[in-house]
């Protein structure tokens, strides 16, 4: 019988103790075709990382084609996903920001003549419900191109920073966050700090970048870790042609110089673009090149391009656009544009603008998020859209792609920290915005018309919120840090440092760094401008917010009623049988929420007579009855001695014959109908039920005649009997 020979793992392993947990670097045990691969774990929370590049150049290509993939499995966390076909289809919307959020700071430390295509697939396999998978991804990613022997000039590391009570938290579990005033991840290399990406309660500037400096410093142990393991496991480094083409370069030089200088000095953005193509073109033909060289001269022109405007910009402080480093473009505020919406904001800086809508729902508008975590409910969304129009070009319309996705999540941790609670305002906020123009930071232009939409939508915003972009140009030790830039100054420029908040302080920050050198000084110079050219911008928003805070006509109007969360399913019924008659008698909607200390219900509608009845319906069910008090309400059934009358939700009591009025009634009918509306009043209590009467009262205006007149003195502990079935269950027993 024939023995199966073992496989020898060449197996690496690294620990170290992170943040209070133990973080682990592993290889050469899964995916050993893959150029690199390693299995990170951090607390249960695990990630394998796999990358992979061609192994030839392509010719003619002048880009650096990079994909990098977060995808997280349900069986991570022992859960089946949701849906009828119980399998991972789409990325949600999470796994795209963190996809993006991993390519940043990779992409930049590639070797620039590296241009192979190059996959990093990095999938969450196991989930510990506690530690976020992005951290461990991102390092996981680091480390798989560090020992891939890829052209990739790291490892980087990264590390999620909270803050509460006056304390930096490093990587914060999910239960920490729920508490913290700062959710930063920030990543980086050993010398400077590659991207940032946060939200915040209103921090000031000292406390953003001292986060940012707390997490470089702290990531320094992990980088450290990913170079430890490289030593023992690492492949041989691959081959990069790096072909001199300086010849080439000057010949371009000489024939682009003039022409472009003159092009970029075009304010209007379409027709400097024009005339950028057709100095180009002139300077290709100028330069009568080979067939050869004409592979290589596009490339080599973007180059030129960058050097010559960069250069322009660091020698005389003076922008594509005429202005210095330090002013931001005209701005034009506008609300209630749109003539049916419930909010909506048109906002134009320079050659950016905004169309900002607000649509408010309720419970029902909810979005239901179903990941790895768990399923979750989102009461506050906001979609920003990039139309091929916005910057004159033709294109396909079709699903957002990750640009849209990351550029909507900025705007959405910009504004979310200013909101009100879902107790003070019970309405589900959707903010869109349609980019119309673009020529830089239409991302911040999402935040002010978002934030100027909302407050006219009528939601109590805590206070208006407003962003900036900012751009940096660096040779050496020279620098400009640049307010509101363009977007030409972001494509040639090192840095695209954005920052939003209100006069208070910043909500969301997020950098990226295309060269290796950011210092904390040039972050700090960055920050402080930032908050100038914000509060310039709030100051040109509130020219235009002039409302009174009230909710817009259109919207829909909430009523909300707190109740006993035993009361909750007296409202909603058997199968839901109570509150689908509320809806349908009323025409409001109506959703209950439950919440720790109580339940909340919530009646939209644009009648108010509608959102009344509702109102009124649901006070009857969950209301206890007061003895003296006067209802109104259906009889429900005529009886020989009686009514039954059905005066408060679902409770039935009962008007004698005798108390029909101050005439003798000899049959009930003569007088009363089933469904007939009566006002009556609560007299009394016998054996726990309910004794009304009629004739104390004026049944056209529902006045009492006779306050004097209860069997049980007023304030009398009362208690509230159920469905009315019951009361004619007890009335057959006394007649048997």
């Not at 060289?293 to 596009?298: R, S, W």
């Not at 009623?561 to 349908?584: F, H, L």
Request: proline share 4%; charged share 25%.
């Amino acid at each position: 019988m024939s023995k199966t020979a073992k496989i020898n793992f060449e197996i690496t392993k690294k620990t170290i103790n992170w943040g209070g947990q133990p973080l682990t670097i592993e290889s050469g045990r899964i995916a050993r075709q893959a150029d690199g691969c390693v299995l990170v774990t951090y607390g249960d929370t695990q990630v394998l990382a796999a990358v992979v590049g061609a192994k030839e150049d392509k010719p003619g290509q002048d880009f650096f084609p990079l994909t990098v993939t977060y995808q997280e499995r349900f069986y991570a966390a022992g859960r089946m996903p949701g849906g009828f076909f119980k399998r991972e289809s789409r990325p949600t919307e999470y796994e795209t920001l963190t996809s993006r959020l991993i390519d940043r700071p990779l992409r930049p430390m590639f070797h620039a003549d590296y241009q192979r295509e190059t996959n990093v697939v990095c999938t969450v396999v196991s989930h510990d419900q506690e530690n976020q998978g992005d951290i461990i991804a991102l390092i996981a990613a680091s480390a798989a191109l560090t020992i891939s022997g890829m052209p990739f000039m790291g490892p980087i590391a990264g590390a999620r920073v909270g803050y509460k009570d006056g304390e930096y938290l490093l990587n914060p579990t999910f239960t920490e966050l729920e508490d913290s005033q700062l959710d930063l991840v920030v990543a980086g290399t050993q010398s400077s700090v590659l991207m940032v990406e946060s939200e915040a309660q209103q921090l000031s500037e000292e406390i953003m970048l001292g986060a940012v400096n707390y997490g470089h410093k702290e990531m320094q142990a992990v980088i450290n870790l990913i170079i430890d393991f490289a030593e023992n496991c690492a492949k041989e480094a691959w081959e990069i042609a790096s072909p001199d083409h300086s010849e080439l370069k000057e010949k371009l030089r000489k024939a682009l110089a003039t022409d472009l200088s003159k092009a970029y000095a075009i304010k209007e953005k379409q027709l400097r673009v024009t005339a950028i193509k057709a100095a180009k073109e002139a300077a290709i033909a100028k330069a009568e090149l080979t067939e050869e060289e004409l592979l290589v001269a596009k490339p080599l022109l973007k180059k030129l391009e960058a050097e010559i405007v960069r250069g322009d910009i660091l020698k005389n402080k003076t922008r594509i656009d005429g202005r210095d480093p330090f002013t931001v473009r005209p701005i034009e505020c506008e609300v209630d544009v749109l003539r049916k919406t419930h909010g909506s904001a048109l906002f134009t800086r320079g050659e950016t603008q905004a169309l900002a809508v607000t649509t408010l729902g309720t419970g029902q508008d909810e979005q239901v998020v179903d990941a790895v975590v768990g399923e979750s409910k989102e009461h506050f969304l906001l979609h920003y859209n990039f139309p091929a129009y916005s910057v004159g070009e033709v294109g396909r319309m079709g699903a957002p792609g990750r640009r849209e996705i990351g550029h909507g999540k900025l705007a959405y941790r910009a504004l979310r920290p200013l909101l009100p609670t879902k107790a003070d305002f019970p309405y589900t906020i959707r903010v869109v915005s349609e980019i119309t123009e673009s020529n830089g930071s239409s991302s911040m232009a999402s935040v002010c018309g978002g934030s100027m939409s909302m407050m006219n939508a009528g939601v109590p915003l805590k206070a208006p919120v407003a962003g900036i972009a900012m751009g940096l140009i660096k040779e050496g030790k020279d620098f400009v840090v640049l307010s509101d830039i363009m977007g030409d100054e972001d494509h040639l420029g090192d840095m695209d440092f954005k920052v939003a908040g209100t006069e208070a302080g910043v909500t969301a920050l997020q950098m990226d760094i295309k060269i290796n050198g950011i210092t904390a000084e040039i972050m700090e110079i960055a920050l402080d401008q930032a908050k100038t050219g914000r509060l310039h911008i709030l100051g040109e928003m509130s020219k235009a917010i002039t409302g009174s805070g009230e909710l817009n006509a259109n919207a829909p109007r909430i009523t909300t009623i707190k109740i006993d969360k035993e009361k909750i399913g007296s409202i909603i019924g058997p199968a839901g049988k109570v509150i689908k008659d509320i809806v349908a008698k009323s025409g409001a909607k109506v959703d209950i929420e439950e919440l720790p200390d109580c339940g909340l219900v919530k009646i939209a509608s644009n009648d108010p007579e509608a959102s009344a009845i509702a109102e009124r319906m649901v006070r009857d069910i969950v209301a206890v009855a007061e003895v003296g008090k006067v209802y109104r309400g259906p009889i429900a059934k005529i009886m020989d001695f009686g009514a039954f009358v059905t005066f408060m939700g679902a409770t039935d009591g009962l008007v004698h014959i005798s108390e029909i009025n101050n005439e003798r009634v000899e049959n009930v009918t003569d007088v009363l109908k089933e469904g007939q509306e009566v006002y009556v009043k609560l007299v009394g209590l016998e054996r726990g039920k309910f004794k009304l009467s009629m004739r104390v009262v004026n049944q056209e205006t529902g006045e009492d005649l006779d306050p004097e007149n209860t069997e049980f003195p007023a304030g009398a502990e009362s208690s509230d009997r159920g469905p009315r079935r019951d009361n004619r269950r007890d009335d057959k027993r006394k007649r048997a």
